[in-house]
């Protein structure tokens, strides 16, 4: 029998990555869609399959060569739609159950977007889709803009590239725009009487923060209503069976600073009223880790309502696990996690008393499993990397506490490599938010450099979520200083324990991590490479030209540029960047719009200037995640770097 391997770099090619699932409407059967790329090709396919939730016998209803992704059940249960782009942009399509050619429902020229619902009798479904118009050239003729926020990242100039809400009639495939007013319109759910359709609306363009959408609801006349707006946070609404009453989690904009918890929350729609629903829950609704997939359907959920409207079923971060929670709906509150385990879960959907969710653990992607409720024993419906995984050597991870510089205790991980002796040439990998966590979650860059012989230090500092408000809010006005010592006691910790070598040091980051990276290195020669990721390097220009700058930089740092200066200067990495010393490899997407290729320019720039060993790897046409889910020449380029760099620097020091 051949001896294992580690997992290396071209196992990116190998791995399915489950990014959704919806139950029947009776809850026997299940369809999930998996992502695959073809390395030949370039190019990541999704494919949909119907799973036998009683047998677990499955069958692939789509040829796996377009992405087909998004499916809903209709009520008959009978069929299913879904989002392919097999003819070029992506369009609705009908598939029978039974099998058979899908049917293609939309035609619009630039496609329609991800979220759609069919109607309660199953004659229409609602969509968001673009105008169905040409775009406009804007490289070619001049333009105008008077939005607050003009343009945002992996969607562009948002007047040519918002969404408005549509209906189409399945039998007569007629389509009408509910509605048209400059504003983003997406994630249609409809009242159980099928009389109106509940969406989120953000991006008005008289927002600053654009991406916190107004709950608006529209009938099938087009008139509109806005049914809550103005708050911090806001999402997965949904209806209660009886339509009488929305459950949501959020956050009122009361002047908590960010970072702070979400809540679950009843809006009783003809009475007006609000209750919030768990008050006393420390850590707050809704997941926050840091996974490196190509897995952002798996949160598009919105909140799961029990059939009888008693109590709703949302995710819960505490530590490095993320689980999910019954919340009680009425009564005295009352909450209670449904699973358990060093692992991070994911509810997709509630039929017939049972629950399906998906389980992804430190080395394992994201599996489906189905729970009946309440009290069953959970069973698991999908084994879409097993044979891959089980010819892997696969990394130990030793979980870490210590108590950082001010006494507080921080949490985080040590993934060993599968081969070679302690202590390790080791990565401080540095997650981004900076409200989010590592934890229990599979991350192909950990499993990678472990595999090429580096142990990868992952820890969650200050202003990480799932430790409590104190702890999230805490590096407000204050970056670079409380981070900071959280992750150099890490190192010293990992150091102390035997762990990591301290002559063979690494560090990188993305968005926020590769702020951190950056300030970092301009504070301490201990690190013998860097790679910082479309990092925050300059909060001035950053508040300037990023797509959340000027509500984002005003909420972490306490005020205007024009206000504080001092903090704005002290903060930001790039009044220290004359200092480095440390081989620095910036990791650039130049169609980045929340920490834009300016904001790597400049760091590039001075580190040149002053004699440090700098290069930049440039990302044409990459958004802000492009090395997780942007076009797969551009993952491999950044994996390649990744690897070449540290090599040379950290194994070669």
């Not at 363009?205 to 959408?213: E, K, Y």
């Amino acid at each position: 029998m051949p001896q294992a391997r580690t997992l290396q770099k071209e196992d990116l090619f190998a791995l399915h990555f489950l990014n959704g699932a919806t139950l029947a409407p009776d809850g026997a059967l299940a369809i999930a869609y998996a992502n695959k790329i073809d390395a030949d090709a370039d190019k990541q396919y999704s494919t949909l399959y119907l799973i036998d939730c009683a047998t677990g016998e499955q069958r692939q209803m789509t040829n796996g060569l377009a992405v087909d992704s998004g499916a809903r059940w209709l009520p008959a249960g009978d069929a299913v739609v879904f989002v392919s782009d097999r003819d070029g942009a992506p369009q609705l399509y009908l598939l029978p159950v039974v099998g058979g050619e899908a049917r293609q429902l939309t035609r619009f020229q630039r496609g329609v977007g991800g979220s759609f619902a069919p109607a309660p009798d199953g004659s229409q479904i609602a969509f968001c889709a673009k105008a169905d118009a040409e775009a406009p050239d804007l490289s070619a003729e001049p333009y105008r803009v008077d939005r607050t926020v003009y343009r945002f990242d992996a969607i562009g100039y948002l007047d040519d590239e918002v969404q408005d809400i549509y209906l189409l009639d399945i039998a007569s495939g007629e389509v009408r725009q509910l509605t048209a007013d400059r504003t983003n319109n997406s994630n249609p759910r409809w009242s159980p009487d099928g009389k109106t359709i509940l969406y989120d609306a953000a991006m008005r363009a008289d927002a600053a923060r654009a991406m916190t959408p107004d709950l608006k609801s529209v009938d099938l006349d087009g008139a509109q209503t806005t049914v809550l707006a103005g708050w911090g946070q806001l999402a997965k609404a949904s209806f209660t069976p009886d339509g009488a009453r929305i459950v949501f989690q959020g956050r009122p904009d009361d002047g908590a600073p960010i970072g702070s918890k979400s809540d679950v929350y009843v809006l009783d729609l003809a009475a007006g009223s609000l209750e919030c629903r768990t008050p006393s829950l420390d850590i707050g609704v809704g997941g926050r880790l840091s996974l490196d997939m190509p897995v952002s359907g798996l949160s598009a959920a919105n909140i799961l309502v029990a059939a009888d409207g008693k109590s709703a079923y949302v995710s819960a971060q505490r530590g490095g696990s993320e689980h999910i929670l019954r919340v009680a709906l009425a009564g005295d509150e009352a909450w209670e996690a449904v699973t358990d385990g060093d692992c991070a879960i994911f509810p997709l959907d509630l039929r017939g008393g049972r629950l399906l969710y998906a389980r992804t653990s430190v080395n394992a992607p994201p599996e489906l499993e189905l729970l009946p409720l309440p009290g069953g024993a959970s069973q698991v419906l999908t084994s879409l990397n097993q044979a891959q995984l089980a010819a892997l050597q696969l990394p130990q991870t030793e979980h870490l506490r210590w108590r950082s510089r001010d006494g507080e205790e921080v949490e985080g991980w040590f993934m060993k490599p599968p081969a070679g002796e302690a202590p390790y040439p080791t990565i401080l990998y540095i997650h981004g938010g900076p409200h989010a966590a590592y934890g229990y979650g599979f991350h192909f860059d950990f499993q990678m450099l472990a595999g090429a012989g580096y142990g990868v230090l992952f820890l969650n500092h200050r202003a990480s979520t799932g430790y409590g408000d104190g702890f999230s809010t805490a590096i407000k006005g204050d970056w670079g200083n409380l981070d900071y010592q959280d992750l150099m006691t890490g190192v010293d910790y990992a150091i102390e324990r035997g762990l990591a070598d301290e002559q063979r040091l690494g560090v990188c980051g993305t968005s926020g991590g590769g702020n951190l990276t950056c300030w970092i290195i301009s504070h301490t020669d201990r690190f013998k490479a860097a790679i910082p990721q479309n990092p925050v390097t300059n909060w001035r220009s950053f508040y300037g030209t990023s797509d959340i700058g000027i509500y984002f930089a005003v909420e972490q740092l306490g005020g205007h540029p024009q206000e504080i200066p001092e903090v704005y200067e002290r903060c930001s990495p790039i009044s220290y960047a004359h200092r480095c010393v440390t081989p620095t490899l910036l990791v650039q997407s130049e169609l980045d719009w929340r920490c834009p290729a300016e904001q790597s320019e400049q760091f590039y720039s001075v580190l040149k200037a002053n004699g440090c060993r700098v290069e930049m790897l440039r990302q044409p046409g990459g958004a802000h995640g492009a090395s997780i889910n942007g076009a797969i020449n551009l993952r491999r380029a950044h994996n390649d770097a990744m690897l070449e760099w540290f090599a040379a620097y950290v194994l070669g020091a």
